[in-house]
């Protein structure tokens, strides 16, 4: 079979927010670019659905302007906590809630399109959607890909294709699986008779969590996060809704289309100065308050600008690639530490006794200012 030779500047493996935010920032500076992604879109995704009030900066940079996550996101307020083991009359309610918006309620799959339909509209940009990457090789000059329809040569390569890196470029990284056990469902609902909560719903337990993020137009997602045996505990979409209606009040019917991630807490590094790993390909964590969807974005946007420095000035190419190594790590670390500390907040939550004052003002309190110290370490500079 013959395929047809396309060549450019970036390749970018993975049209979701990682790779068509990486994508648009280079264009945007003259870089012709090829965003390739096997699926079609728009598609499910595991994901809590939950967009931090951090992501905004990212997404107008993007041309991705308020009123447009206006239309596809339901601003939210903050966080309600439910005791497990309560129900009815004997619920244990803390709600953490400001007047701004902390965050937004959107579904991943129109998020996705939107972006990716944001990027269709540069004229340096290349869109190969579906299209499967068959093979990857390195020479002295370009990277090589073969795909099921084409052969592309490119100067830099960025992967932007989720937790696990294809196979194929496992000679030019290296992976680091981490201690962490836990996994994830997702699910879409609907409320039945009831108007939207203005907070994400959270359910912790001893071994997992359920996060109930409300969505525009009365649907929600169900996110069921923790150890297997939770995880398989949890699963049945009609005794989900039971329990959750039990414990919060929310009469909901779950869909029974779960979609999954394996696994949380993996990292992998580059081997060579002209590969980049953004989103999940780079670092995967486990999610809280819609930092995964922040994470990809600004880390598509950093190497885009890391890539430019190196292509107008190749002779420094190693210094870029570890300028963006480093710039992660640190980023990498301020929101593990923040993850951990949240669940461990969320988990102490269950020995509160009911109805304490302090309960509401440690939970609340920490819960933002632990958020917004994030504020730092996600802020780009503008050159």
């Not at 012709?32 to 931090?52: H, M, T």
Request: proline share 4%; aromatic share 6%; net charge positive.
């Amino acid at each position: 079979m013959s395929r047809i030779q396309h060549s450019a500047d970036v390749a970018i493996i993975g049209a979701s927010l990682a790779g068509s935010a990486c994508a648009i920032e280079l264009a945007r500076q003259g870089v012709n670019v090829i965003l390739i992604d096997r699926v079609p879109f728009p598609r499910r995704k595991a994901c809590g659905e939950g967009l931090s009030y951090l992501a905004a900066p990212h997404l107008n940079r993007l041309g991705f302007g308020g009123d447009t996550l206006k239309q596809l996101g339901l601003e939210l307020f903050g966080y309600r906590l439910y005791k497990s083991e309560a129900s009815g009359c004997n619920k244990i309610e803390t709600t953490v809630r400001t007047d701004a918006v902390r965050c937004w309620g959107a579904a991943r799959h129109d998020l996705d399109s939107e972006l990716l339909n944001c990027a269709s509209k540069l004229t340096s940009i290349r869109i190969s959607v579906p299209e499967l990457v068959k093979t990857i090789t390195r020479n002295r000059a370009s990277w090589e890909l073969t795909t099921d329809l084409s052969r592309i040569s490119a100067r830099f390569l960025v992967l932007a294709s989720g937790a696990h890196p294809q196979a194929l470029a496992r000679p030019f990284i290296r992976s680091k699986n981490c201690a962490s056990t836990r996994v994830g469902l997702s699910a879409h609902a609907e409320l039945v008779n009831q108007r939207s909560p203005r907070e994400v719903v959270i359910i912790p337990f001893r071994d997992g969590e359920i996060y109930v993020t409300p969505l525009p137009n009365g649907a929600l997602n169900v996110s069921l996060v923790g150890t297997p045996a939770f995880i398989q505990s949890k699963r049945d979409p009609r005794a989900l809704a039971t329990f959750i209606r039990d414990v919060s009040g929310l009469e909901l019917t779950v869909n029974r289309d779960f979609v999954g991630a394996s696994h949380f807490e993996s990292k992998h590094e580059s081997l060579d100065p002209s590969l980049y790993l953004v989103g999940d390909a780079l670092e995967s964590f486990d999610p809280a308050c819609g930092l995964g969807m922040t994470h990809a974005l600004v880390s598509g946007i950093k190497a885009a600008k890391s890539i430019l420095h190196a292509h107008r000035d190749y002779r420094r190419i190693d210094y870029y690639a570890s300028e963006y190594a480093r710039w992660h790590a640190g980023l990498a670390s301020s929101i593990r530490r923040y993850s951990r500390i949240l669940r461990t907040l969320i988990s102490s939550f269950q020995r509160f006794p009911r109805g304490t004052a302090i309960a509401n003002r440690i939970l609340g309190g920490v819960t933002i200012r632990l958020i917004d110290s994030l504020a730092r370490p996600l802020q780009l500079e503008n050159d």
